[in-house]
C-alpha cells in the first residue's frame, strides 16, 4: 500500500518536469513486479543528453583484448563501479596502454588495482582521496546532502600489498587543493570519481584538462547517475568528443 501511495505521489511532479518523475514512476512499477530488485537502478540513469554508444565503436578492436581483474567481486554496490563499468575501463586501459595515470576518488583502491594491473608494466598511476584523519571539511561549499564521504579507514585498502602497489603513489588531500606543481604532469589518462557535487566535478574536471597531454583520455564515473556529473559532461561535450558507453555510466572524453 505504501508503495502504491508513493507511487500516486510522483504523478503531480511529473506535469511540471516530466522526465525524471516519468521515470521514477516506472522504476517503482518495475520494483513491484521485478524478480531481481537490482536490476531497477538502471532506470535511474536518466540524466544526461549524449547518446549511449557500444564500446567497440568507441574503441574499434577493443573486442579483442584480453582483460586482467583483481579481486573483482570485492565491491560495494552504488559506492564502487560496477563490475562491468569495472571491465569496460580495465579494457580501455589495456587498449590505449596508458603510462602516466591520475585518479581522483580512490575509495578502497579496487579501480586502482584493476588500472594498474591493465596498464603497461612502466606506467604509473597517481590516486587522490581526502586523508584518513580528514577533519570534515571540504575546501569548496557543498550542501551537507551532496556530501557523501566513505569510509576513511579502506582509501586504497585493495592495492596494499599487491605486486603494483610500488606503481601507485597516493596523495591523500582534497581534489579542490591539489598542488598541481607538484603531480607528475601531464597525464595521459585521467579517471575522475571523486566528489560529484557541481563544483567539484567542474574544478577537477578544468585541473585534469589543464594538465592532460594532446590526445590524452578522460574519463567520468556516474554519467547518467548523477544530475551534476551529467551537466558537466555534457558542458564539456560542447567543446571536445566525449561518448558514454551504453549499459555503463561511463563517458569518455578525448582531448
Not at 2 to 10: A, F, P, T
Not at 54 to 64: A, D, Q, R, S, Y
Not at 68 to 92: C, G, H, N, P, Y
Request: with cysteine; proline share 5%.
Amino acid at each position: 500500500m505504501m508503495d502504491l501511495v508513493r507511487l500516486i505521489s510522483y504523478i503531480p511532479k511529473s506535469i511540471k518536469n516530466p522526465r525524471r518523475p516519468v521515470t521514477l514512476i516506472l522504476m517503482k512499477v518495475v520494483e513491484l513486479i521485478a524478480r531481481d530488485k537490482n536490476a531497477v537502478r538502471l532506470l535511474s540513469w536518466s540524466y544526461g543528453r549524449l547518446p549511449r554508444i557500444p564500446l567497440k565503436n568507441v574503441f574499434p578492436g577493443i573486442e579483442t583484448e584480453n582483460v586482467v581483474l583483481s579481486k573483482a567481486f570485492d565491491r560495494v554496490r552504488d559506492t564502487s563501479i560496477d563490475l562491468e563499468e569495472m571491465l569496460v575501463l580495465a579494457a580501455i586501459v589495456a587498449h590505449v596502454k596508458p603510462k602516466n595515470i591520475l585518479e581522483i576518488g580512490t575509495y578502497d583502491g579496487n579501480t586502482t588495482l584493476n588500472m594498474a594491473l591493465n596498464a603497461p608494466e612502466e606506467a604509473r598511476i597517481t590516486t587522490v582521496d581526502l586523508p584518513p584523519d580528514w577533519d570534515g571539511k571540504l575546501e569548496l561549499r557543498v550542501p551537507d546532502e551532496a556530501v557523501n564521504v566513505t569510509d576513511r579507514m579502506r582509501v586504497g585498502g585493495q592495492y596494499k600489498g599487491t605486486e603494483v602497489e610500488r606503481r601507485i603513489v597516493q596523495i591523500f588531500c582534497d581534489s579542490a587543493k591539489i598542488d598541481w606543481d607538484k603531480m607528475p604532469t601531464p597525464f595521459d589518462f585521467a579517471f575522475i570519481d571523486g566528489c560529484h557535487y557541481y563544483d567539484y566535478v567542474v574544478g577537477d574536471t578544468e585541473n585534469v584538462l589543464k594538465y592532460l597531454e594532446e590526445g590524452g583520455i578522460i574519463v567520468w564515473h556516474d554519467y547518467g547517475a548523477i544530475k551534476d556529473v551529467s551537466r558537466v559532461v555534457d558542458r564539456v561535450s560542447e567543446n571536445m568528443k566525449v561518448h558514454v558507453i551504453g549499459g555503463t555510466r561511463l563517458a569518455v572524453g578525448f582531448k
